[in-house]
């Protein structure tokens, strides 16, 4: 089966955790039967959503000395086989999605800053939101 990581960079503030919470809700959504497991929900999200025995695991924490590094330790160990997670655009969190190579695929997007106000801004990010969990089901429905 494939190993994926959907890995969503951008700078502080743009979204990025937000468009990754937006991706968790939708699977919910999709799929309310699906297992949850290591969820952790605040500001950020620390989920695994196990469906159709393919394992997600989501973070949205990415900034640098953040909670990503426990998460894809954790996602790696119980072998999920997408994670989606955010990081910034250069440094220590791009080094470890990086370094999950070969074992996982790395797809990268891009969270752009949108300087036409806050609801373009959300719009954007509901729009990035529906391209990572596309790709996540790809996956799944494999």
């Avoid at 999200?45 to 990415?62: D, F, L, M, Y």
């Avoid at 370094?99 to 969270?111: F, G, R, V």
């Avoid at 996540?136 to 429905?141: C, E, G, K, Q, S």
């Amino acid at each position: 089966m494939t190993h994926k990581i959907i890995a969503l960079r951008g700078i502080a503030n743009v979204g990025k955790s937000q468009t990754i919470k937006n991706v968790y809700e939708s699977l919910v959504s999709k799929f309310p039967d699906a297992k949850i497991e290591h969820l952790s929900i605040g500001v950020d999200i620390r989920v695994v959503i196990t469906v159709n025995g393919v394992k997600v695991g989501i973070e949205s924490q990415g900034d640098p000395s953040s909670r990503l590094f426990s998460s894809i330790k954790l996602f790696v160990e119980i072998k999920c086989n997408v994670i989606i997670c955010a990081t910034r655009t250069r440094g220590g969190t791009v080094d470890l999605v990086e370094s999950q190579k070969p074992e996982y695929s790395i797809l990268w997007h891009e969270q752009k800053v949108v300087s036409s106000g806050k609801e373009s801004q959300i719009k954007s990010n509901l729009a990035m939101a529906i391209t990572i969990l596309d790709e996540a089901l790809a996956v799944i429905n494999a």
